[in-house]
């Protein structure tokens, strides 16, 4: 069998099990066993694959099939044209997050900052803005011990681990420090809704990332007052929320005397979901 017999095998079957990107993924998958960049495996459609290959393949197509996300089975999810290492024990960064990012890099360019970030899951906020920062250093912090290993590892993985450490700690566990920045993708869905979300999402990512209580706004809240007591009295605080929550979440933010002017050119209202 050759590349281009086993991509159109590999994309037959998840197209028989509606997965609507099936032959993107097909190619991904492959371009990943066989350590390819997805560009070089479609100029060598001819190649012969070995047996060991096909199986591998298969068994990974199946759990695709499955609906588990390909980020987790390829263990790798870009984000910032960034490679990072994923695990069921974090959220799949979503290109969508990359505004957020984008926002508060513009604004700190070329500065001395210290960041924090508030469940930090993979890094891969912190980790894209420190890199495009290089006077900034940082604190991520996450109640998942498991998530804090992840976020260790791609802070290895891109050289920075000089410049951020990574701490298993929930919101109360922060003090003696004060922050330039705090960013946080806090989890937002309200609990009602998590049987909405798709499968990929409620049965293969952490609940626990996920669910925001009733109205949504459980740790949105917890992250905003922390906030205020660690965040410079010039800093900014940076969250993604969900859908339809600005407007509740901007008069959270002018009741804990949050300026005006940062509500609108910082904070994200994002549907990622």
């Known amino acids: 069998m050759n590349v281009l017999e086993l991509l159109n095998s590999g994309a037959k079957a998840l197209k028989q099990n509606k997965i609507k990107t099936h032959l993107l993924d097909s190619e991904l998958t492959l371009s990943s066993l066989l350590k390819k960049r997805r560009e070089n495996l479609l100029t060598s459609l001819n190649e012969k694959v070995s047996k060991k290959t096909i199986d591998s393949f298969e068994k990974l197509i199946s759990r695709r099939a499955n609906r588990e996300p390909l980020a987790y089975i390829l263990k790798n999810k870009e984000f910032w044209s960034k490679d990072f290492f994923v695990d069921r024990n974090t959220l799949i960064p979503r290109p969508e997050t990359e505004l957020l990012c984008e926002k508060v890099i513009k604004k700190y360019k070329n500065k001395n900052i210290q960041v924090l970030d508030i469940g930090t899951g993979t890094g891969c906020i912190i980790l894209s803005i420190l890199s495009e920062i290089k006077g900034a250093k940082g604190i991520g912090v996450d109640i998942s011990r498991k998530a804090i290993?992840?976020?260790?590892?791609?802070?290895?993985?891109?050289?920075?681990?000089?410049?951020?450490?990574?701490?298993?700690?929930?919101?109360?566990?922060?003090?003696?420090?004060?922050?330039?920045?705090?960013?946080?993708?806090?989890?937002?869905?309200?609990?009602?809704?998590?049987?909405?979300?798709?499968e990929d999402v409620k049965r293969f990512e952490p609940k626990i990332a996920l669910d925001g209580g009733k109205d949504g706004l459980d740790v949105i809240k917890k992250v905003i007052y922390k906030s205020k007591r660690v965040l410079k009295k010039v800093g900014t605080l940076a969250l993604e929320i969900g859908y339809g929550q600005y407007y509740k979440v901007s008069q959270i933010l002018k009741e804990q005397n949050f300026k005006e002017q940062l509500l609108k050119t910082i904070k994200i209202t994002l549907d990622v979901y």
């Open 149 to 198: 290993k992840v976020a260790k590892k791609n802070s290895n993985k891109l050289g920075l681990n000089k410049r951020v450490k990574f701490f298993n700690k929930s919101l109360e566990e922060i003090y003696g420090y004060k922050f330039d920045l705090i960013v946080s993708n806090p989890p937002y869905i309200k609990t009602c809704d998590i049987k909405n979300l798709s």
